[in-house]
């Protein structure tokens, strides 16, 4: 799924256009309709010539809105440059296109719409020119020119080849396993409650997932999901999504915000970033001046420090750490832009390359100037690990191969991880990079664990008298594989986070107990079994005394031990029975069914029961009529 964005001046037809290609106009605003400006965002989607289906994110052109344009411009994969032919490139065209290259957008087109008031072709042609120079050291220097008229319907087919073109290429936004969808809209249904809308990354969003909104922490779990307002079982990155959550307060949720699963992100109020000052500003920055930063659909107001230099001229790069007023969340690799409050302009932007710095660094330190230079290049620890996100649960030589690293680096990588917990060995044995041992990420291990306990303590609950929940049943609602599963349990019993029961998993701290009512019960079955020890009730007379599920807990606490489907003896009886049969096999060397019978004094269901059961468990064996002890 991806997502297209509309750049350019006020009233040079933007949502006009997108109104002719997708059917919908996307101001949705009365102001907006009123005004014919957009001034909050707008959306749709429309269908290629090849049937892909594409979302559209119509951004305010005013001047006096560009800052709600930052909020929408910076998910997308593909912009449209809109210029119309009456009055060509403008100064907010001027502005969107510098803030296109600082978010360094992949791909892009140039729209001249408008073409229908053009006097002849002699004039598009003089415009094309124009805008071929101003675009000529930006990422959009090769982008194709389309000429459209929405008024008169020319040349939108054209473009829609063009945007296919344009994106077929492009390969689709990675599943990290990792979500997050930047807040652009919220609001709220009738009888459906919070509704946050956003173009996800990253990772994908299901019905059911239990998610967060940060920085404000508020949790609650997604109830519907819609991707161009069809239903949907699952969200994929790049998509525009609407997401239903159920358990958080609206009010509370602003734009900005992002929505994520539980443990996998962090908001930081300190960022370490490489800055690009615009050519254009009217003036230098100075450390500590006050500037605000947008990224994602996040702004916040912040402190720079500039990094090894007292001020940056128009047009420099440097280093900076910005001290934000409020928390927000992102990660290494993200794009930012800084604007100056006042007078307001657009003065620069760049990537982030650390989001989470331990502390304020020391203006002029080397060491901290040569580890951001290595950041910005990225570590080969940061590409191992990037590579393990995509594969979830994974053998080492698989992260491997996929992080096409040398096997050299890939090791030292591999033992970075291990050492700073970002990736957890499953498995024990040599940790190499060319190793089969499974491991996996931090942030999926703490997905995966919490959620084996929430599912072993639900059964606790709604089967207090079980010892656990069978491996199977937990191992198919976990939806892994069963060397995954058996790791991931083996490593939790081996942290003493849950018990392994053999066939069943527990909590560590759980324990069957009855309640008064349950206890009397049980209390008057034992005296059945004391009064005749080796003819006690059958299973079903249990049963049919205490009911089958305190039955069942009898047995899981070794109280009761089953040696057929209808035999059952209390478990200190059933001990002593079978030392007695040892004992006369050991003095006799073989003994009869009528023996045994006669050795217990029970009837001929108890013995051959007893005896079908030790040959079973390989204590005796068939000699003829008679039983002998296994060698």
Known sequence: ????????????????????LTGTHPDRLKEEQAREMTIELGFGWMNLPNGEEVGIVDVPGHRDFIENMLSGIGGIDAALLVIAADEGVMPQTREHLLILDLLQIPAGLIVLTKTDLASDSGWLDLLETD??????E???????????????????????SAIEILLKDKPSRPDLNRPRLPIDRVFSMSGFGTVVTGTLSDGHLSIGDEVEI?????????RGLQTHKKKEESAVPGSRTAVNISGVNTDLIQRGEVVVHPHQYTATRRIDARFRLLKEVSKPIKHNDEVKFFTGASE??????LLGTEELQEGEEGWIQLELRDPIVAVRGDRYILRRP???????????????????????DETVLKSLESLAQGSPADVLFEAALALNAASL??????????????????????????????EEGELSASSNILAITLPYWNSLREKTIQLVDAYHKQYPLRRGIPREELKSKLKLTPRVFNAAIGLLVNRAQLVDLRGSV??????????????????GLMRKFAENPFGPPSVKECQAEVGEEIFNALIEMNELFAVSPDVVFKKQDYELIVRKIREELEAKETITLAEVRDLLSTTRKYAQALLEHLDAINITMRDGDARKLRK
């Open 1 to 20: 799924m991806r997502v297209i964005g509309t750049a350019g001046h006020v009233d040079h037809g933007k949502s006009t256009l997108i109104a002719a």
């Open 131 to 136: 805008i071929r120079s101003a675009v000529s």
């Open 214 to 222: 940060l920085p404000s922490g508020q949790t609650g779990r997604i």
């Open 300 to 305: 916040t107001v912040a402190t720079l420090r």
């Open 397 to 426: 030589k698989e992260m491997t191969a996929r992080s096409r690293l040398e096997l050299n680096p890939a090791n030292e990588a591999l033992n970075e991880l291990i050492a700073d917990g970002r990736l957890v060995a499953l």
């Open 342 to 364: 006042s007078p307001s302009e657009t003065i620069g932007g760049g990537m982030i390359v650390d989001h989470q710095p331990k502390g304020r660094h020391k203006r002029f």
């Open 138 to 160: 930006t990422v959009l220097k090769d982008a194709p020119i389309v000429r459209v008229s929405a008024k008169n319907k020319t040349g939108l087919k054209e473009l829609l």
């Open 506 to 523: 527990a909590q560590t701290v759980h324990e069957i107990k009855f309640n008064g009512q349950d206890q009397a019960r049980v209390n």
